[in-house]
T-cell receptor, first 113, second 113 residues
Framework: DVKVTQSSRYLVKRTGEKVFLECVQD?????MFWYRQDPGLGLRLIYF???????EKGDIPEGYSVSREKKERFSLILESASTNQTSMYLC????????????FGSGTRLTVV | QKEVEQDPGPLSVPEGAIVSLNCTYS??????FMWYRQYSRKGPELLMY????GNKEDGRFTAQVDKSSKYISLFIRDSQPSDSATYLCAMKDSGAGSYQLTFGKGTKLSVIP
């Protein structure tokens, strides 16, 4: 069964900390995505990557960066965490641009205090 | 006008009812249409996937796409308490540089025993 694994289900971090959220997929998918999900706002795309070492900004990249050194791993970095980055973070991957369906991870609930 | 509109609900129905969930969209280039189901504190999972117009049935679930009206629906027959979740519609065009899905904000469904 295909899988997208996010390293943590729950995280609590302090304001100003550098935070790393890790995502690994075992499906040899080219495309990987990071979203945040907030009540009333739905899913908002932060960054995506369609190949190793490639990255593209999504709708809300400010305050975030990403790294994709290997095909199976896509990391989201909060350079200096702030309370408005408290959210559910979801990683997803997809096989090809034409098929379009994503496989999501279970999410990381991040609280910044 | 938002690209994809979805009534957030919440929608509450008795067990056994037929449920209708809907999305409207404005981008006539969308060709791929999906429904995701998201249980509380979990990542979304792909439920139904259709290409262009028409119907698709899978067990108790039927997805309909009406491109002329820019309207998609998900019907759930004989609804069960286990169907209680948030349902997200998603869509994508078939452009060469198209990696991303556009999501609705989701409809929260509760099926009452």
């Amino acid at each position: 069964d295909v899988k997208v694994t996010q390293s943590s289900r729950y995280l609590v971090k302090r304001t100003g900390e550098k935070v790393f959220l890790e995502c690994v997929q075992d499906m040899d998918h080219e495309n990987m995505f990071w979203y945040r999900q907030d009540p009333g706002l739905g899913l908002r795309l932060i960054y995506f990557s369609y190949d190793v070492k490639m990255k593209e900004k999504g709708d809300i990249p400010e305050g975030y960066s990403v790294s994709r050194e290997k095909k199976e791993r896509f990391s989201l970095i909060l350079e200096s965490a702030s309370t408005n980055q408290t959210s559910m973070y979801l990683c997803a991957s997809s096989l090809s641009r034409k098929v379009g369906g994503y496989t999501f991870g279970s999410g990381t609930r991040l609280t910044v205090v | 006008q938002k690209e994809v509109e979805q009534d957030p609900g919440p929608l509450s129905v008795p067990e056994g009812a037929i449920v209708s969930l809907n999305c409207t969209y404005s981008n006539s280039a969308f060709q791929y249409f999906m429904w995701y189901r998201q249980y509380s504190r979990k990542g979304p999972e792909l439920l139904m996937y259709t290409y262009s117009s028409g119907n698709k049935e899978d067990g108790r679930f039927t997805a309909q796409v009406d491109k002329s009206s820019k309207y998609i629906s998900l019907f759930i027959r004989d609804s069960q308490p286990s169907d209680s979740a948030t349902y997200l519609c998603a869509m994508k065009d078939s452009g060469a540089g198209s990696y991303q899905l556009t999501f609705g904000k989701g409809t929260k469904l509760s099926v009452i025993p």
